[in-house]
């Protein structure tokens, strides 16, 4: 499986309307609804498909058709996400109609056809699987923590400070987060 952490564009025309799909990383959608709704005002539709894994590895997708002929455009939009084998990424198209009607079939075509232009654009990642720990340290040693979390490929969700030293929230792969626990041993404590 493969995913994206950025967002890429591209934009299709088809019978004088235009299809402007955008490739995102799931965590973006909401806000990028939000942003593609103010940014075009004057489109007709917000068509959208994502797929994620949930807590327990399950695959959930949707879609949307967002006033469209049922089926014939959040579907597709999907389809091309599943075909691609994408993961944990989300595609919003928006369509400014150009004032000839397409057909079910034609609406079919357009909507893989722009979701399709994206991912072309995108630079594709492995998915990897990332997981979150919890770990407190003493200050001597947050230095020492902060430079292993940049050389082991870890990300720190949030610090905190305390009486006694710091807690970390991190986030990692498997591989990653293992190689930062033995490069710091015994100095910190996983709660």
């Known amino acids: 499986m493969k995913t994206v952490n950025q967002i890429f564009?591209?934009?299709?025309?088809?019978?004088?309307?235009k299809f402007i799909a955008h490739l995102m990383p799931i965590g973006m959608f909401e806000s990028e609804m939000v942003r593609l709704r103010a940014e075009h005002p004057k489109a007709v539709h917000w068509v959208s498909a994502?797929?994620?894994?949930?807590?327990f590895d399950q695959i959930?997708?949707?879609?949307?058709?967002?006033?469209?002929?049922?089926?014939?455009s959040g579907k597709p939009t999907l389809a091309v996400l599943q075909g691609h084998e994408l993961i944990n990424?989300?595609?919003?198209?928006?369509?400014?109609?150009?004032?000839?009607k397409l057909g079910p079939g034609g609406l079919v075509r357009?909507?893989?056809d722009a979701a399709n232009a994206a991912y072309a654009q995108a630079e594709l990642?492995?998915?990897e699987k990332l997981f979150?720990?919890?770990?407190?340290?003493?200050?001597?040693?947050?230095?020492?923590?902060?430079?292993e979390t940049v050389q082991k490929h870890i990300r720190v969700l949030s610090k905190e400070f305390g009486e006694k030293g710091a807690t970390f929230s991190i986030e990692g792969t498997t591989d990653n987060l293992e190689s930062f626990f033995t490069a710091l041993g015994r100095s910190i404590q996983i709660i």
């Open 9 to 17: 564009t591209d934009m299709i025309e088809i019978k004088g309307s």
């Open 50 to 55: 994502s797929r994620s894994l949930n807590e």
């Open 60 to 72: 959930v997708e949707s879609s949307s058709d967002d006033g469209e002929p049922k089926g014939t």
């Open 89 to 100: 990424a989300a595609i919003i198209t928006v369509r400014y109609f150009g004032g000839t």
């Open 110 to 112: 357009a909507y893989a």
């Open 125 to 127: 990642l492995p998915y």
């Open 132 to 147: 979150v720990y919890a770990i407190e340290c003493n200050y001597s040693v947050v230095s020492m923590v902060e430079y």
